[in-house]
């Protein structure tokens, strides 16, 4: 059975800037993330990772080529379905961490009880619900980046992107993040797209893509439906 698609790539390119200023931080590149994909994409620092990622997550838009979602909704219900976790975890300090995992859930509109409920779930998962009343202040770098994947499964995502998670973190807690992530993703039944340059995160993942120079380079060529 053929895996539903939730994204495709096809031919994206995305340039910053114009004229001699101009850098093309990813070239023609084309992939498929299909249902249930759990894919590393690794490359040296400047290599076009992030900038692919945020394509995939329609965060950019690209200036050739086209990105779609064939298996997910539109507009706010395809919001909803894609969960982006960033390199850092950008919490806001005035709220504590169960606020800090709500909060995307109040800008959705969702209501209590179910919005508590799935930060509480959401909390569980991470192994963070002790956590609940801090501030980020309170808490460490680990802890944080916890959150920050609680605050976007609370969404309950098909799809979760994240751009070098573990990119702060020791050896030891970025594999207790790693662990999290993929338990959580198999909870939710989610595809799971990690950049990243830790050949122990890579190791984790069953797909392992590359990128150099702003082209991305998939282990089998992607079959792009017409
Ligand atoms: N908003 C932007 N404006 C101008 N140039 C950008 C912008 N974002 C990225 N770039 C450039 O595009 C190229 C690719 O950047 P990108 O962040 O996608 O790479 P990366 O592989 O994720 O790097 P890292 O691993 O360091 O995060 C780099 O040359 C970068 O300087």
Same mark, same amino acid.
């Given at each position: 059975?053929?895996?539903?698609?939730?994204?495709?790539?096809?031919?994206?390119a995305?340039?910053?800037?114009?004229?001699?200023?101009?850098?093309?931080?990813v070239?023609?590149s084309?992939?498929?993330?299909?249902?249930?994909a759990?894919?590393?994409?690794a490359g040296p620092?400047?290599?076009?990772k992030?900038?692919?990622?945020h394509l995939?997550?329609?965060?950019e838009?690209?200036?050739?080529g086209t990105?779609?979602?064939?298996?997910l909704?539109?507009?706010?219900?395809?919001?909803?379905?894609?969960?982006v976790?960033?390199?850092?975890?950008?919490?806001?300090?005035?709220?504590?961490?169960?606020?800090?995992?709500? !909060?995307? #859930?109040v800008?959705?509109?969702?209501a209590?009880p $179910? +919005? /508590?409920q799935?930060v509480?779930?959401?909390? =569980? *998962? @991470?192994?963070?619900?002790?956590?609940a009343?801090k501030?980020?202040?309170?808490?460490?770098?680990?802890?944080a980046?916890r959150?920050?994947v609680a605050?976007?499964?609370a969404?309950?995502?098909? !799809?979760? #992107?994240?751009?070098?998670?573990?990119?702060?973190? $020791? +050896? /030891?807690?970025?594999?207790?993040l790693?662990? =999290? *992530? @993929?338990?959580?993703?198999d909870h939710?039944?989610?595809?799971?797209?990690?950049t990243?340059?830790d050949k122990?995160?890579?190791?984790?993942?069953?797909?392992?893509?590359t990128?150099?120079e702003?082209?991305?380079?998939?282990?089998?060529?992607?079959a792009?439906?017409?």
């Amino acid at each position: 059975m053929n895996p539903e698609s939730l994204v495709v790539c096809d031919d994206v390119a995305r340039t910053y800037g114009t004229g001699p200023a101009a850098v093309v931080a990813v070239h023609g590149s084309s992939c498929i993330v299909g249902s249930g994909a759990r894919i590393a994409i690794a490359g040296p620092s400047g290599s076009g990772k992030s900038t692919l990622l945020h394509l995939m997550a329609g965060l950019e838009r690209p200036t050739r080529g086209t990105v779609s979602w064939p298996a997910l909704g539109s507009g706010d219900e395809r919001a909803q379905d894609i969960g982006v976790v960033f390199q850092s975890p950008s919490l806001i300090p005035a709220l504590d961490v169960s606020e800090n995992t709500a !909060l995307p #859930l109040v800008i959705a509109g969702v209501a209590e009880p $179910d +919005r /508590a409920q799935r930060v509480a779930e959401a909390l =569980a *998962l @991470l192994g963070i619900d002790q956590l609940a009343g801090k501030l980020p202040e309170e808490i460490s770098g680990g802890q944080a980046q916890r959150v920050a994947v609680a605050r976007v499964l609370a969404q309950r995502p098909r !799809l979760l #992107l994240a751009d070098e998670p573990t990119g702060q973190l $020791d +050896r /030891a807690a970025g594999q207790r993040l790693l662990d =999290a *992530l @993929l338990d959580a993703t198999d909870h939710l039944a989610a595809a799971l797209v990690v950049t990243t340059h830790d050949k122990a995160v890579i190791e984790r993942l069953e797909t392992r893509w590359t990128m150099h120079e702003g082209r991305l380079h998939t282990t089998i060529a992607p079959a792009v439906p017409s």
